[in-house]
């Protein structure tokens, strides 16, 4: 399909950069000499989806092989998808302009449940059922997904061939080899089919989950009885890890976007992982164990992306980035030319206990903005539940060191509903606020002439797979609603403001983080209903999710509202992402002690991914 099709719609739609591709930086092949043809797909705005470092990554690898061509296919904006099926126009590569139904892999990142409804969509929008049962035995294309919520997979399943586990660069590589091969097996010998051979053949890759080589069995009461590998496949599948940061392939240059996304800049990853155990956070789980790249390296990395990409700003990437254990000396090399050709560097990530004066200062060189801390909760007590291993004294000492630095605006981030929690510690994060507020008045050092801003931001507590919460209940509609009330009310300072999260979005964000296969038909449902952009408050319509549980008879609440026993099988429990149950059973009991657990560095507490300690 030429893009003379899609430049009469232009005119009509907000942004229509999201849908002209030509970008710098963008690759461009022929397709007649090219073996295999990859979409890859965010299903989120350009805008979202263009900020998004593992998308740069997979794009880079892929296009780097002679025998592949990888395009970027973002979801259309309801104006641009109204467009689309009006005119029977399919979704595209934004390279090519071809069809993506004739590619060979489709493949999603999974970066975040509320953007499912926007897969089914675009596998709709490009001509392809829904189903993979549906799509035949053709061996292409094959629709394929990865990234955090591959942890549980599981009401996605239905929809899709393949999934891969934790880190997908080497085994992207071999998944492409593999296909190679069928591919070419299969041209010589004419035959029209194969993805069942595929399939069964993908599952023997570490890291790779089929999940049609599986069955599911349910009690009566709802919960799972048994997960049944067949024809082969293994009985548990264990996460990918790449071990040597420094040697894997990382992008000398991304594609420069022609329209503003959400983060226009260069990023450079630092290292993978978190010594932290907070118990509440899967991403530190599910990347343990923690790796870092030289600080010669990133340097190098970041060197080269802003010469090609022309980017001003360098921001380093990591879960916790105050922990990375060559900050200083990276900082030191990056500062060498980045502050005389004022480039801004950006250090998100980081901990209010490892932000010394020193890292302050050099950080305030080029360009001072604010500064963004997450406390989680009000009290030092849910902090030690949380496993947070911060105190009072730190987040108030940080503060003050900031505001003595020039800085006038500080972020707070805290969650409500975290497990054990009292209307003590919602007052907790009231008072927590208005005591940075005093810690900038009360400092002689503070910035002359200015106010200070404290912006509180709360998120509902979402239990999720693979940490020491899997088995709690969440909070009801109720309870989020009282909690949020509570806490306004506590707060009566001019200076601080609250932002809290949509309670439906985070309710419908706990059913789909620790779902079954049943929820795929719920998931459908609501999506021919019109579910899209579900993470986007004014498009999210939580009433027709409602319509779909009630027609599919299932209820939200046996996936949020109740306490899960220990000894439960969880649909996620045939993938094995390192972290033991053991392990997680002994945290979720120190957090009922309000005990905390040393971080990696301090002393291994035997988590079972065996890296013998943080390195």
């Known amino acids: 399909m030429p893009f003379q099709s899609i430049e009469p719609l232009l005119r009509l739609v907000q942004k229509p950069g999201r849908y002209t591709g030509g970008e710098p930086g963008s690759v461009v092949k022929d397709a007649g000499a090219t073996l295999l043809r990859y979409a890859l797909c965010f299903p989120d705005s350009y805008e979202i989806g263009m900020s998004h470092l593992g998308i740069k990554i997979l794009y880079s690898l892929a296009n780097a092989r002679a025998d592949c061509w990888c395009e970027r296919v973002f979801a259309p904006w309801p104006d641009m998808e109204a467009l689309l099926r009006e005119r029977k126009i399919p979704l595209w590569g934004l390279e090519s302009g ?26 709709d929008l490009a001509g392809l059922p829904l189903r993979s049962c549906d799509r035949g035995d053709a061996l292409t294309p094959l629709v394929i997904g990865g990234g955090p919520c591959a942890c549980n997979p599981e009401p996605l399943a239905p929809f899709f061939d393949l999934f891969v586990l934790g880190e997908g660069e080497e085994a992207s590589e071999e998944l492409l080899d593999l296909l190679a091969d069928h591919k070419r097996r299969a041209q010589a010998s004419g035959a029209a089919g194969g993805k069942r051979a595929f399939l069964a053949a993908a599952a023997q890759i570490p890291g790779v989950y089929v999940p049609s080589l599986y069955d599911v069995r349910y009690h009566e009461d709802g919960t799972v009885a048994a997960i049944t590998p067949r024809e082969g496949a293994p009985a548990k599948i264990k996460k990918r890890i790449v071990e040597d940061l420094d040697a894997v392939p990382y992008p ?41 790249k030289s600080a010669e390296t990133v340097n190098r990395q970041c060197a080269a992306l802003c010469d090609n990409t022309g980017y001003e ?47 302050m200062e050099r950080l305030a060189l080029v360009r001072r903005s604010g500064l963004t801390f997450a406390p989680e909760a009000g009290t030092q007590r849910l902090r030690d539940v949380i496993n947070k291993n911060i105190t009072e004294e730190q987040v108030l000492s940080t503060a003050s060191q900031a505001f003595a630095g020039g800085w006038t605006s500080v972020k707070l981030y805290f969650m409500l509903g975290l497990p054990t929690e009292t209307p003590e510690d919602l007052e907790g994060i009231a008072r927590l606020a208005q005591q940075v507020v005093n810690a900038f008045y009360q400092n002689p050092a503070k910035p002359k002439g200015k106010g200070v801003t404290v912006s509180v931001s709360t998120a509902s507590f979402v239990p999720k797979p693979f940490t020491p919460f899997q088995w709690e209940p969440m909070d009801t509609r109720e309870q989020i609603e009282e909690k949020q009330k509570q806490l306004r009310g506590a707060i009566r300072s001019k200076k601080i403001s609250l932002s809290c999260h949509h309670v439906e979005t985070s309710l419908l964000e706990g059913v789909l983080a620790r779902g079954d296969r049943r929820l795929a038909d719920v998931l459908e449902s609501a999506w021919r209903k019109g579910a899209r952009f579900d993470s986007w408050d004014d498009q999210f319509q939580p009433a027709l999710w409602q319509e779909a549980f009630a027609q599919h008879n299932l209820d939200p609440n046996f996936y949020n509202a109740r306490r899960r026993a220990s000894e439960e099988l969880f649909p996620w429990d045939h993938l094995d992402y390192g972290v033991t149950k053991a392990f997680l059973l002994r945290e979720q009991a120190q957090a009922y002690a309000a005990k905390t657990t040393p971080n990696c560095r301090e002393g291994c507490a035997g988590c079972g991914v065996g890296c013998g300690g943080a390195r």
Not at 98 to 114: H, K, N, R, V, W
């Open 98 to 123: 071809d069809a993506i139904a004739a590619f060979d892999l489709i493949g999603f990142t999974l970066q975040y449940e509320m953007s499912y409804s926007n897969i089914l969509n675009m596998l």
């Open 252 to 292: 000398a240059e991304f594609v420069v976007p022609l329209l503003e996304v959400v983060h226009d800049r260069t990023v450079a990853e630092v290292f993978r992982g978190c010594i932290r155990g907070c118990r509440f956070c899967q991403a530190g789980f599910l990347n343990r164990p923690v790796r870092e």
């Open 313 to 359: 700003e360098v921001s380093l990437c990591s879960l916790s980035t105050s922990d990375y254990t060559a900050l200083p000396e990276l900082l030191e090399q990056l500062l060498d030319w980045t502050q005389p050709q004022k480039i801004n560097v950006s250090v998100p990530s980081l901990r209010i206990d490892k932000f010394p004066q020193e890292m």
